[in-house]
T-cell receptor
Framework: AQKVTQAQTEISVVEKEDVTLDCVYE???????LFWYKQPPSGELVFLIR??????QNEISGRYSWNFQKSTSSFNFTITASQVVDSAVYFC????????????FGSGTKLNVKP | KAGVTQTPRYLIKTRGQQVTLSCSPI?????VSWYQQTPGQGLQFLFE???????NKGNFPGRFSGRQFSNSRSEMNVSTLELGDSALYLC??????????????FGNGTRLTVT
């Protein structure tokens, strides 16, 4: 069975703090894809990153970085020096090669960044 | 490039009625997927259309249906509305192949309220 767990329901930090959002996934497939999306109050899901199961290289994009570890089935997301504009709900998602556009989403983590 | 456009943004319907939601994908995208987002169940996959054919379907009753036109635009229909159908309905488009540069791009959603 496919499953994505985001255990942190809500996190509050003060601006400029670093914050890590956790994501643990479950799949029996050997080829799968992991994603992070950001959902601001407007409702639109904004794509942040996609990783393939065979590419465990960590990625950094500006203040954002992602740590993919197959050994622990985790795909964690870190925001360095958080800003108020980072406040949103963040979703981790999984899809498998055979149904690659069928996403299994986690329940989301609401991030509140206070000035 | 214009993003995914969903209309209308808001809908209020009465139990027993039916509703049609519309989605225009990003130009060149041939795949359109629909997701339902509720506070209780989170984000759930409804179905995906590719080149006018339903390619994948989630676990929703037959009251939920969709179609895709030759220009890739898609509509989703819900018949005999129930209170539990109140949700944010998100449409997403992609090129339709599991290539690295083809994540799902989401629209702003249609918020449906059933009274």
């Amino acid at each position: 069975a496919q499953k994505v767990t985001q255990a942190q329901t809500e996190i509050s930090v003060v601006e400029k703090e670093d914050v890590t959002l956790d994501c643990v996934y479950e799949t029996r497939d050997t080829t799968y894809y992991l994603f992070w999306y950001k959902q601001p109050p407007s409702g639109e899901l904004v794509f942040l990153i996609r990783r393939n199961s065979f590419d465990e290289q960590n990625e950094i994009s500006g203040r954002y970085s992602w740590n993919f570890q197959k050994s622990t089935s985790s795909f964690n997301f870190t925001i360095t020096a958080s800003q108020v504009v980072d406040s949103a709900v963040y979703f981790c998602a999984l899809s498998e090669l055979r149904n690659f556009n069928k996403f299994y989403f986690g329940s989301g983590t609401k991030l509140n960044v206070k000035p | 490039k214009a993003g995914v456009t969903q209309t209308p943004r808001y809908l209020i319907k009465t139990r027993g009625q039916q509703v049609t939601l519309s989605c225009s994908p990003i130009s060149g995208h041939r795949s359109v997927s629909w997701y339902q987002q509720t506070p209780g169940q989170g984000l759930q996959f409804l179905f995906e259309y590719f080149s006018e054919t339903q390619r994948n379907k989630g676990n929703f009753p037959g009251r939920f249906s969709g179609r895709q036109f030759s220009n890739s635009r898609s509509e989703m229909n819900v018949s005999t509305l129930e209170l539990g159908d109140s949700a944010l309905y998100l449409c997403a488009s992609s090129l339709g192949q599991p290539t690295y540069n083809s994540p799902l791009h989401f629209g702003n959603g249609t918020r449906l309220t059933v009274t």
